[in-house]
């Protein structure tokens, strides 16, 4: 079975989360959070105490990186490669 | 230590008299609930509300000197007002009070405005000189004691707070201004002289006015924080310094506990407050009080290390245990004290405890703000320390790990990813930017602004810091980063705040006075002149302070890590039963008529907040900031109203 694709899941949590009320065209899947001044500095472990739940996963000192965490689809590939 | 308020008439000569001074004194009676004193003159008016401290007697205000050509209202002290009677005596001058206010007309007699540069206090002080139809108003170095003032159709109107100045005339415009709106959500609190009304200013610490008929009001620095005089070519050890420290300090101290009614102490368990009451306890005879907050939750916490002080002391100690339903069921009256929209509820534990010291009959407190902002106590310097280090050598790997140290006592620590610390802490950035300690906290903050409405969002991030730059890029000219952040952090956070929302506002609230001893001039003078590596000692803050009082207390006092004084913020209203008024002021209708949030935004916020599941520093900020302006909308904007007796009682006219 292929695993979910996560995507959406992601985008509404950044949205209810960390953009509120903002036009969903405002994020663009590439976009960096730190960048675009989405996530601060305590929003990445608010992200990734819901990322550990929901995905069932453990996110090692070592993989909180921008590379892993930066933007949806960054996010979408690092869930992916935790959870196949 | 009083309130203050009245008029000058500008451009008419028609003296309003004393319904407008009972007018407005009368919102700030919880400044002076010990009577009131008016003083009505051709141009003028003074009122003057009192809270007798220093001869409780025969202190009555105005005050006036021997021919009646002058006149002064005056809250806070003169602690060197004895040294200075003796010598107006020796020169002539006849007293006809004990009190510190008298001291006041008589040295303006001899120097006019450079009377200011020989008293040592804290005060915000109006003399209207009745011959030359002249008011001088003046407010003390570091902003400790308040005075607002705006003019409108011709005359202007002054008082300890906002308040008495709505009260003056129901035509006088109650609006808030966006661009400070905007200020407040980047900096904290207002970056300038403007309040968060339009047109109502604060004169600025370290200032004087003169008001007259022909040329209005014109406004004049006398005297500022000197950081740009560190010995440089000098060379003092560590430990010269750190003695003349401490003895300053004694000495400040002691003219601190002036007073004609028992002092007593704020103790937190910090550094800073452990330093005033140890002087307090070694070097007088005052019998000691001390009063802390303490909490349930341990992230604020102090209650080890102030019992621990309380022992080494033996002192006399009061605590106000505050729950997160007190504080959130306290805010919307801590709001009315701070006339300003605020980022945290700090405030509101201090709010609390000047109840309990007042609940005591206790009127005066010596507390320990300061020793952050002039020794070099505060994160941010340290930061700023690991960011430039950091920027010498960027290749290095093990650096980025310093900014690991900073915030262990902050459960989403933003340093748990050294990786991410170097993209928020902006290692990056250039050393010599103006505001390079202070940029990423205000680029945290300014984050708030996905809460803004699109009226609001027209105030943008870098007009905000521009126009702080247009105040400060001389006065920080030529200073090191270091000297820099620490003038900044003096006159924005230590000014506009510390002393204003979370000291004078919350303290007179219950009329208490708090008195600093860190803040004596003669103390900021000498700490600007120690050099920056000394007053932080690689990674090690306050280091002189430190080292002057290694023998004076518990070590572990000393060594203890900085905890910066914190309360609950989002927890704090919504524990087991949210306040019933959150529903009202941040209800969908309320947000949208005051404009200045989106209210989807806000209620999605409601929404994250009542799953009380941890939140970062911006939602806090923002959920802090957007209450306390919704209720400073509502109660200044809205429905502005205060209720006046049919008479006061204790009244004195004097003419």
Same mark, same amino acid.
């Given at each position: ?34 960048? *675009? ?7 990445? &472990?608010?992200? #990734?105490?819901? %990322?550990?739940?929901?995905? /069932?996963? =453990?996110? *090692? ?7 892993? &965490?930066?933007? #949806?689809?960054? %996010?979408?590939?690092?869930? /992916?490669? =935790?959870?196949? | ?655």
């Amino acid at each position: 079975m292929n695993p979910p694709n996560p995507t959406t899941q992601i985008r509404s949590f950044i949205f209810e989360n960390f953009l509120f009320d903002a036009d969903e065209s405002s994020l663009g899947n590439d976009d960096s959070f730190m960048e *675009q001044g989405i996530i601060d500095s305590t929003g990445v &472990l608010e992200l #990734v105490e819901w %990322l550990e739940e929901t995905f /069932s996963m =453990k996110v *090692q000192d070592e993989e909180l990186v921008p590379e892993n &965490l930066d933007s #949806v689809n960054k %996010l979408t590939a690092f869930i /992916s490669q =935790k959870t196949s | 230590m009083c309130g203050i308020a009245g008029y000058f008439n500008i451009s008419s000569d028609n003296s309003p008299g004393v319904t407008l001074l009972e007018r407005m004194i009368h919102p700030v009676s919880h400044r002076g609930p010990d009577g009131y004193g008016f003083h009505v003159g051709r141009r003028a008016g003074l009122a003057h509300a009192r809270l007798s401290i220093i001869d409780l007697e025969g202190g009555w205000q105005p005050i006036h000197n021997e021919d009646k050509s002058l006149w002064v209202i005056f809250n806070g002290e003169i602690f060197n007002y004895r040294e200075l009677r003796e010598e107006l005596e020796e020169r002539g001058h006849r007293f006809a009070t004990n009190s510190d206010t008298e001291v006041i007309v008589h040295l303006y007699e001899e120097k006019q405005e450079h009377c200011l540069a020989y008293l040592n206090g804290q005060f915000a002080i109006a003399l209207y000189d009745a011959e030359k139809e002249v008011l001088f108003l003046a407010r003390d170095r570091m902003g400790v004691r308040p005075l607002f003032y705006t003019i409108h159709k011709g005359t202007l109107y002054f008082a300890s707070e906002v308040k008495s100045i709505f009260a003056a005339d129901p035509s006088l415009p109650r609006e808030i201004n966006p661009d400070v709106l905007r200020e407040i959500f980047t900096f904290w609190m207002p970056g300038g002289s403007e309040t968060v009304f339009r047109g109502i200013h604060q004169l600025e610490a370290g200032h004087w006015a003169r008001v007259t008929a022909g040329a209005g009001l014109s406004l004049r620095e006398y005297w500022d924080i000197p950081y740009s005089t560190a010995d440089r070519g000098r060379f003092r050890k560590e430990d010269e310094y750190a003695e003349e420290l401490r003895e300053l300090l004694i000495d400040s101290v002691r003219l601190r506990l002036r007073a004609d009614v028992p002092v007593g102490a704020y103790l937190s368990g910090g550094l800073d407050s452990s330093t005033i009451t140890s002087l307090i306890h070694h070097y007088t005879d005052n019998p000691l009080k001390t009063f802390s907050v303490t909490f349930s939750d341990s992230i604020y916490d102090e209650r080890a290390e102030q019992n621990e002080m309380v022992e080494f002391l033996g002192t006399d100690h009061h605590v106000e245990h505050c729950t997160y339903e007190k504080i959130g069921a306290a805010f919307p009256e801590v709001i009315w004290h701070t006339e300003t929209p605020i980022l945290r509820t700090a405030p509101a534990p201090l709010y609390l405890l000047s109840a309990l010291v007042r609940d005591h009959r206790y009127k005066v407190v010596l507390t320990g703000e300061g020793a952050d902002e002039i020794l070099g106590g505060y994160d941010i310097f340290k930061e700023a320390k690991i960011r430039s280090f950091i920027k010498k050598d960027i290749t290095s790997a093990s650096r980025p790990l310093l900014l690991k140290r900073l915030y262990p006592y902050l459960a989403l620590s933003p340093t748990k990813s050294a990786e991410f610390a170097k993209e928020f802490f902006h290692t990056d950035a250039p050393v010599d930017d103006l505001f390079y300690a202070h940029l990423p906290r205000w680029k945290t903050t300014g984050r708030t602004s996905v809460f803004f409405s699109e009226n609001l969002k027209r105030q943008n991030f870098d007009d905000a810091v521009e126009n702080l730059a247009a105040r400060f890029t001389g006065k920080l000219a030529g200073l090191d980063y270091f000297s820099r952040a620490q003038y900044l952090e003096s006159k924005l956070l230590l000014g506009n705040y510390l002393l204003s929302s979370q000291g004078d506002r919350m303290a007179m609230a219950h009329s208490v006075e708090g008195r600093f001893p860190f803040l004596d001039h003669r103390v900021v003078e000498f700490a600007c002149a120690i050099p920056p590596n000394m007053k932080m000692k690689v990674l090690n803050e306050k280091n002189i302070l430190k080292k002057a009082m290694a023998n004076l207390l518990p070590q572990t006092i000393v060594k203890r890590k900085k905890q910066p004084y914190m309360a609950p913020d989002i927890l704090s209203f919504f524990g087991e039963n949210e306040p019933e008024y959150l529903n009202y002021y941040l209800s969908p209708q309320m947000v949208a008529e005051a404009g200045f949030f989106n209210p989807k935004a806000v209620e999605q916020l409601l929404i994250k907040c009542r799953k009380k599941a941890r939140q970062g520093f911006r939602e806090n900020m923002a959920f802090v900031g957007i209450l306390s302006t919704q209720i400073v909308y509502e109660k200044f904007v809205k429905n502005f109203s205060v209720t006046m007796p049919k008479r006061l009682d204790n009244i004195k006219i004097i003419s």
